[in-house]
């Protein structure tokens, strides 16, 4: 808490519990008598503080380690769930050779292969009291890991009104406006947004 006011930190923490800023203004600091927008405003002064900024980085990267959180690990467990073989859930039966060892019961999960346990998101039996499995959707896993390996190429719709009513410079200034916003979110250069944008021009709608 070196350098921050007891509030400070209380902020700091109630941020990171809730993750908005303005909820732990409200928390930290006696913002009774505040209106939203005053109070809005202010949160944002203090995340923008460099010491607060930095108590809360140190926060979250003590989260992570205390409960082993890594880029790594997400990829990992996102794999698990994107590339699992369904052949895996069957499970042979030590005490019959030969024969295949039924899962019937929350305690039979355990004979699953590990990468296969890590797959399910859930059970229950249905009417004839069978005993099943749910196991993760595979697409959107594999669409978070081809988006985070830069895979995919988000399209914007560029919306300008009707054609015949907008001139060349206010489709420049749109198409300049998300070039912007794209770079920003991607962390590029507006230049290489625009050549990536000219590179799929024809698939690109204008209404």
Known sequence: MSNLTIKQENFCLAYIETGNASEA???????????????NRTAKELL?????????????????????????????????MAFYDPADLVVPDPDNPGEVKNIVSPKDIRLLPAQI????????????????????????????????LGMFVDRKEIKVGRLEQASEDEIDSKINEFAREIAEQRGMSVDAVLAELASVQPDTHVH
């Open 117 to 148: 346990r890590r797959c399910i998101i859930g059970w229950s039996w249905d009417r004839s009291g069978n005993f099943v499995l749910k196991l993760a959707n595979k697409t959107p896993n594999v669409e978070l890991i081809a988006r985070h």
């Open 48 to 80: 923008d503080n460099p010491k607060i900024a930095a108590r809360v980085t140190e926060l979250k990267n003590r989260i992570a380690k205390k409960v082993e959180i890594s880029q790594e690990r997400v990829l990992e467990e996102l794999s698990a």
């Open 25 to 39: 203004y409200r928390r930290a600091y006696n913002a009774k008598k505040s209106k939203p927008e005053t109070i």
